[in-house]
C-alpha cells in the first residue's frame, strides 16, 4: 500500500470507532496519523526506511505498528476486526451526505435501520423524529440526500477516472498490441463527472488485446467478453469498456465512441442530409466508404470545421463549425496569473512566500492571495488586526520581486442579507476581491439571486467565487437563476469565477457559452489550499475548453496591469451607478 491508500485506511479505522462508539481520542488520533502520514514529504518507502515512522508529529506508538502493516502485508488486521463487526448496510449509509457515523449508529440502534433503503423508508413513515436530537428537518434532510444519491448513483469525478484511463491505456500501449490506444467517451470531453471508462484500440490481434485487458492489474471482474468489446469492473468501482476495431475502423469509431450520443445524432442527421451514412465503422455513400484517416477528414467529408472533443455536447457546436472556423480555445499557457488561493493566514497550508514561489516556478506573472473574511470561522477567518499583517507579509514578498506580483484580496463572505464580510475601508485596502457564499445555503431562487446581486452592487466586489456551490456528487448548490447573475454581473464589470477544484468545476460550462456572450469574463481560478491545489488548474481549463472559452474570455490571461485597469473600471462603473 502506498501512503494514499493508507492514510485512507487510516481515515476508515477512524470512522468505525465513531460508528462503535469508542472515545473521541482514539479517534482523533487516527485522523491525525492518517493527516500526519499525508503531509509527510516522501513516498511511504522512504519515509518508513529513514524514520522507522518515528518522531513524526501525530503518529503515535499505537498507530505506528498498524501502519507498518499495512505497507508490508496490504491491509490490516485492526481494520479487518473491526469491519467485520459492523453489518455493510450500515457502513453504506455513510455514503448519505449529512449523515455521519454517530447518526446512523443512534438510528441503526434504535430502529434497526441498516441500510439506505431502509433509512429512507424509515423517514418517510416519519420515525426519526421521535429520536434525541434528530427531527422533522433533519429528516427531511437525509430523504433529500437519499434522493441526490440515487441521481448521481455510480458517477464518477473526472481525475479519478482520467488516472485510471490513463494506466489502463499506458498497459495496453505497452504490450505493442496495438497500433492506436485513446480514451473516448465522456472522459475525452472532459466532462466533469463520469460514468465510465470507454478505450478504443486500433489492432490486428482484437482477441489477444481482450486478453490482455482483463488481466491487468486492478481488474477485479469481467462482465462481457465479445469480438469488439470486453467490459470489466475496475477495483475502485469503475467500469472500463475496451473496443477494439480495424486501424481503417479507428477514425470513424474514435469519432462514434467520443460521442456525446447527442453529438453523434446531430451529426448523423447532417450526414443523412448529404445523402451518406455514418457509424461507427465508418462513412458510406452507398456502399462505398468515404476514406477518412482522421476525425478532422470526418468533419470535412460533412463540410465542417473540425469540432474539438471538449464541445461535442450538441451544444451549437455542428451549427457552428458550418460557417468554417474552429474556435480557438484556451489553454493552460495561456494563464499568465491565478486568483483565489488561501495561505496559512486562514486555510491554507502554506506560507504567502512559498506559494508564490511555486507560482512563480510553474511560470505565472502573479497571484492574488485570498483568505477567508472574518465570518468564516470555521476556515480561521481573518479579523481587521490579522489582515493588516498579512498585507504587511505580502508587500514584504512582492519587494523580492521585479517581474512577479502578489495582489491582496480576500475570499470575502456574501453575508445573507447580501452586504460583504468587511467594510468598505477595509475592502479598500486590497487590491481585488473573490466574494463568495458559505453560509444560509437555504434559500429559494429568489433569495439566493437577490443576495448575489445586491452584493454585486458593491464597488469593491471583484470575482464571485464558485457560484453555486455545489459539490460534484455531494451536493446541490443553492439555486440561482444564472442568467440573471451573468446579467448583472456583465453591468457591473464584475468576474465569476471557474472554480477548478474537481469536485466544483463551478460555474457550469453549461452556463459558460451565455457568459461569454455577454462579455462577462471568467477567472479559471484553483482555490488552492495547498501547492497540490495547482495542479487542479488543468481541470478548470478542460471545463472552460468545454464552455468555449477563448484566450479573451478568461480574467487571468490579461497582465497584471490590464488586471488592475479591469479593477478599477469595474469599481468606477458602479460608483456611477450608485
Ligand atoms: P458517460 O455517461 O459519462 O459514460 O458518457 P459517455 O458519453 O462516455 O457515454 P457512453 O459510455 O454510454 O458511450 C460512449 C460513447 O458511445 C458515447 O459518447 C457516444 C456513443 N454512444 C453511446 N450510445 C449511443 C447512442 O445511443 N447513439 C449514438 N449515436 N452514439 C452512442
Ligand atoms: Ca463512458
Ligand atoms: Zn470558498
Redesign the pocket.
Known sequence: MDKKAVSALLDEIAVLLEIKGESPFKTIAYVKAARALLDHPGGLDEIIRETGLKGIKGIGDGIRPRIIEMHETGHCSYYDELRASIPDGLIDMLRVPGLGPKRAKQIYDALGVASIGELLYACNENRLVSLPGLGPKYQQKLIESIAFLTRHAG?FLYPDALAEAVRLRTLVIESGLASRVEI????R?K?E????I?ILVATDEPDRVSDLFVSLPGVESVTGKGPTKTSVTLASGIAA?LRTVTPEQYPYALH??????EH??KM?GRAKRLGLKMNEYGLYRGEEIVPCESEEDIFRALGLAYIQPELREDMGEVEAAESGDTPRLIEQSDLVGLFHMHSRYSDGKDEIAEVAEAARSRGYRYIGITDHSKTAAYAGGLKAEDLQRQQAEIDAVNQKYDEFRIFKGAEVDILPDGTLDYPEEILATMDFTVCSIHSKFRMTEEEATARVVKAMDNPYFTIFGHPTGRLLLAREGYPLNMKRVIDAAAERGVAIELNAHPQRLDIDWREMHYARERGVKIAISPDAHALTGFDDVVYGVGIARKGRLGPADVLNTLTAGQFMEFVSAGRMKRTRRQ
Open positions: 458517477r473516448a467517451g465522456s472522459l470531453r466532462k463527472t463520469v460514468k465510465d470507454d469498456d462514434h465512441f467520443t460521442g456525446s450520443a453523434n445524432t448523423r
